[in-house]
Structures are given as C-alpha cells and as structure tokens.
C-alpha cells in the first residue's frame, strides 16, 4: 500500500503491522502452568515462549528455520575519525564473511541458519556471489557537513531491505537475525537514538571498535553538532535516517518492518540493531512488538536504546561485535523455550502431583 506524503509530493510505501495476538498469549501462558515444574520455575524461558505465542498467533510457538541477514555499508562519516579501524575494513569484513570466515558465520552455521549478506553501500567496486549486490550509492555522505543520504535513496535501502528479508521468508525462513557491518557506524547509531530519544550524546556515545578516550570526546562532539546542524524530527523514521543515518542501518529497519508485516519474530543485536529498531517503531507503529532482544551489548547507547523500547536482554556477555552476533548466539536460548512448550509433560499426562 502507498500513502501519498504530503511533505514530499510523493508516495510513501505503508508497511502494515498485524495486532500481537494478546489471546495466544494468555493460552501459552496458562499451558505452560499446566506442564511438569512449579509455576514460573522456568523464569524468562517462560516469558520468552509466551511473547513468541504473542508473535505467531498460536499457543504452541515454532521455530522452522533461522535466518541471518547482514546488511553491509560505509560512512562519510568517518572521515571525523570516529573508529578506530580504516574505512577499508568494511570491504574486508564482507569479503571475510563471503568465505564463512567471520564470527557471525560461525554462529550462523551453529544454528543452522539460513545466512545472507547484502552490499548496500561498501566503498569500491561491486562483490560477487554470495554477496548480494544491492550498492545503493559508495557509502553515505560526512553527516557533519551534509545530509547523510536522500530520501530516495532512504526508500530505497528500506525496500532493499524488505525484499531481501522476505526472500529469505520464502526460502523457509520464520524466525530472523539482521546484522550489519560497517565501520563507522556506532557514531551513526548514536546519532540516530539521540535523534529519536531526545538522550544527550554524552549518554549514548561509547567506545565502538576501541577507540582512544581523546577520540571518544571528540566522537560526542561530532554528534552533538550533527544533531544542531540537522535537528532532525525525532517522530519521523524517514527525516532521522536522512540526516544522520546511513544504508546498512535503513536496510536493516526494511528487513524488520518485512518481518513484524509477516509475524515472524526478529532477534536484536547489539547498538545499530536496536537503533534501527527505533527507527522501525517511528515508521510503523506496534513493529518493535515483534522484536526480542538477544543481548546487552558494551556499547552504552545500546541499554539506553532498549531501555526507551521497553526491551530487556536475554544474554549479558560483554560483547561489541555487532555482525548479529549476540542474537544468533541468544537463539539457543530461544530453541530451548520453544522446545520446553513443545516436548514437556502436563502434571496430568505424566501423572505427577500437583502443589499441595
Ligand atoms: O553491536 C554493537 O553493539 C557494536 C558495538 C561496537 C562495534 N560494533 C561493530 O563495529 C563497527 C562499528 O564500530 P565503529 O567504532 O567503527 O563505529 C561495525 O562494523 C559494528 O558492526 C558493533
Ligand atoms: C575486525 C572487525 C570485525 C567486525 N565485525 C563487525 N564490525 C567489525 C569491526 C572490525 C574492526
């Protein structure tokens, strides 16, 4: 569906979030009371398998197949030097993960994960297969002097990044990861969550990569000026992204508006994840009712981040990779609440006594 955007003279695309399904909800949680164990004895598993119930519109949650979406992109950014790592890393990642060698291919291949890998802004030439070619421009612009991307090109990450996603779907896929990488872009991260938060940079920006606390300072600066020289609406997804966002991060909130659409759950990462997440909720409302979150990253923007969603981690293991690490390492857990509402006994198949 296209809405017409008055501001812009043009249509819009609507991506449509179905309501949670608040009585699948109620169903799982009174069968998990019935199932072999104290009520609540299974704490967050518990909760999890209930949200996913939630999610799925059923009782009884399943999962058919993990898929792992990585978006890749560079940031003019960077030319603040902002990260700790070369702009060239970017390109080295994604030809690093094409041949199954970075960390998220390994978690990937744990969980039997569907894994796929799009270009949608790398500096240089176009990747061959596996990478998916969908270079949208060479990296965003130096958000400190001019607006990162254009609308256009903002529209166009997102239905990139829909598409992909439900590729994906179509291949079998019903439960989703969307990782990134791009050097770069915990500085647009932050940039977009103070944007979207109204938080004070000081509050959100941290370390990324490893980068000096000189360097640290300076990449609070660059932020807060960014903010001052855009002043971007902190209630338009679109206007945010344009001015201080960048591709692999729009990719990424079109990936999750394709997910919640469809009711399949998505797993958050780390700092740009959950920045992205944000972006989705100002787009479509109800879209973040679709999301777990996998882990607590190091980054300290990131608990703001999920603090304003209203999220709590599953895992807190000092991890600051990103990739979609932490979330295909937080699917066990998730296997394990959806196995735990699927194979247990009732008290009353079992014939085991209730509490006295
Ligand atoms: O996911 C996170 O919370 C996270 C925290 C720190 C760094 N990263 C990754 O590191 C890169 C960005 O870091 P930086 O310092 O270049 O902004 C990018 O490729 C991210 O995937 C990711
Ligand atoms: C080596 C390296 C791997 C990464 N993966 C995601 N971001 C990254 C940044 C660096 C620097």
Request: hydrophobic residues 45%; contains cysteine; charged residues 20%.
């Amino acid at each position: 569906m296209f809405v017409h955007n008055k501001k812009e003279g043009h249509h819009l695309k609507q991506y449509t979030i179905p309501a949670l399904d608040v009585s699948a909800g109620v169903e799982a949680k009174a069968y998990v009371d019935t199932l072999t164990k104290p009520i609540g004895s299974l704490g967050k598993l518990e909760e999890i398998v209930i949200t996913l119930a939630e999610i799925q519109g059923r009782k009884q949650p399943s999962i058919n197949r993990l898929g792992v979406l990585v978006f890749a992109a560079d940031h003019g950014i960077v030319e603040e030097g902002i990260s700790a790592f070369p702009q060239l890393v970017t390109r080295q990642m994604v030809q690093n993960m094409a041949v199954g060698g970075a960390a998220i291919n390994v978690f990937s291949r744990q969980q039997q994960a569907e894994f796929s890998l799009v270009d949608v802004g790398v500096m240089g030439e176009s990747f061959s297969a596996p990478v998916k070619d969908r270079k949208i421009r060479q990296g965003s612009e130096n958000f400190l002097r001019t607006e990162a991307m254009t609308q256009e090109e903002v529209e166009k990450a997102l239905e990139i990044g829909y598409e992909e996603a439900m590729a994906l779907f179509e291949k079998g896929v019903d439960f989703l990861v969307v990782g990134e990488v791009g050097i770069g872009n915990t500085t647009t991260s932050s940039a977009v969550v103070a944007a979207i938060t109204g938080l004070d940079p000081e509050e959100l920006v941290g370390y990324g990569t490893g980068i000096s606390s000189k360097q640290h300072l300076h990449k609070i600066t660059v932020v807060r000026e960014a903010l001052a020289l855009h002043q971007p609406n902190s209630s338009d997804g679109y206007d945010v992204l344009r001015k201080v966002g960048g591709l692999e991060l729009a990719a990424m909130v079109g990936a999750m508006l394709a997910a919640a659409s469809k009711r399949v759950p998505i797993i958050l990462d780390g700092f740009i994840s959950t920045a992205a997440a944000c972006v989705a909720e100002t787009i479509s409302q109800g879209a973040t009712g679709y999301m777990l979150l996998g882990h607590q990253s190091m980054e300290p923007g990131h608990q703001k981040a999920f603090q304003y969603l209203g999220k709590e981690p599953i895992l807190s293991l000092s991890m600051r990779l990103g990739e979609g690490t932490g979330a295909a390492v937080a699917f066990s857990i998730i296997q394990s609440a959806v196995l735990m509402i699927n194979e247990m006994a009732t008290f009353e198949s079992a014939g085991v006594s209730g509490k006295n």
